[in-house]
C-alpha cells in the first residue's frame, strides 16, 4: 500500500536559523498537502499542492512538489518561536495517508 | 462558524469495554475521515466516508473497529472488546473537497 515516509523526525534549531523536513512517497500522488500541529493540539491544514513541481510560498514557509509528484519539501526560513510544532505531508492517492512527522523545536 | 467537533474529548474504558465516539463534521461537508493517532505519531488512517457512503475502511485495525455516517452527516467510531493498544487519540475530519478540517480528537484509555 501507500506509503509516505518524513524526515528528518525531529529537527531543533536556534531562532534565526532555517529548517527544512522532506517527505517521500512510495507512489505517485494526485497531490500532497501539508499540515502543522502544536503540541496538544490538532492538525491544522497549511497549504496543497497538485502540479508537478509546483512551488507556493507563505511568508516564511516554502513549499514545493517533486517533479515525478512523489516528494515534497517545507523549508521556513528564519525560524521563530511560533514555528514550533509538529509538521506533516499527507499524500492523496485514493485516501489521505500522513507521514510520521517532523517536530520542529527552536531555541529562543 | 462551528469547526468539526468530536465527544466525548476524554474517554477511559476498561479493557472489554465497548466505546463510541462520535464527530460532527462542518456542515456541508462531503468527506469525512477517521484517524488514529498514538502518541509521537502522525494519523493513521483508518476509515473514510463520502457523504453516508462508507468508500474506504483498509485502515481499521481489526474487526472490533466500526464506523458508520448514516445520514451523512454525523458519525459514529466504535470500538468492541476494547484493548490496552487501542489507546490513542481518535482524530475525526471533514473536507469540503481538500483540506482537512480537523477536531480536536478524542483521547481513548484503555485500562
Known amino acids: 500500500g501507500q506509503q509516505v515516509m518524513q524526515i528528518p523526525q525531529y529537527q531543533h534549531v536556534q531562532e534565526g536559523e532555517d529548517f527544512t523536513t522532506y517527505c517521500n512517497s512510495s507512489?505517485?500522488?494526485?497531490?500532497i498537502q501539508w499540515y502543522k500541529q502544536r503540541p496538544g493540539g490538532h492538525p491544522v491544514f497549511l497549504i496543497q499542492l497538485v502540479k508537478s513541481g509546483e512551488v507556493k510560498k507563505q511568508k516564511r514557509l516554502t513549499f514545493q512538489f517533486g517533479e515525478a509528484k512523489k516528494n515534497s519539501s517545507l523549508h521556513i526560513t528564519a525560524t521563530q518561536t511560533t514555528d514550533v510544532g509538529t509538521y506533516f505531508c499527507a499524500g492523496l492517492n485514493n485516501d489521505m495517508r500522513f507521514g510520521a512527522g517532523t517536530r520542529l523545536t527552536v531555541k529562543p | 462558524g462551528a469547526g468539526v467537533s468530536q465527544s466525548p474529548r476524554y474517554k477511559v474504558a476498561k479493557r472489554g469495554q465497548d466505546v463510541a465516539l462520535r464527530c460532527d463534521p462542518i456542515?456541508?461537508?462531503?468527506?469525512l475521515f477517521w484517524y488514529q493517532q498514538a502518541l509521537g505519531q502522525g494519523p493513521e488512517f483508518l476509515t473514510y466516508f463520502q457523504n453516508e457512503a462508507q468508500l474506504d475502511k483498509s485502515g481499521l485495525p481489526s474487526d472490533r473497529f466500526f464506523a458508520e455516517r448514516p445520514e451523512g452527516s454525523v458519525s459514529t467510531l466504535k470500538i468492541q472488546r476494547t484493548q490496552q493498544e487501542d489507546s490513542a487519540v481518535y482524530l475525526c475530519a471533514s473536507s469540503p473537497w481538500d483540506a482537512l478540517y480537523f477536531g480536536p480528537g478524542t483521547r481513548l484509555t484503555v485500562l
Open positions: 507512489t505517485t500522488l494526485s497531490n
Open positions: 456542515s456541508g461537508h462531503v468527506s
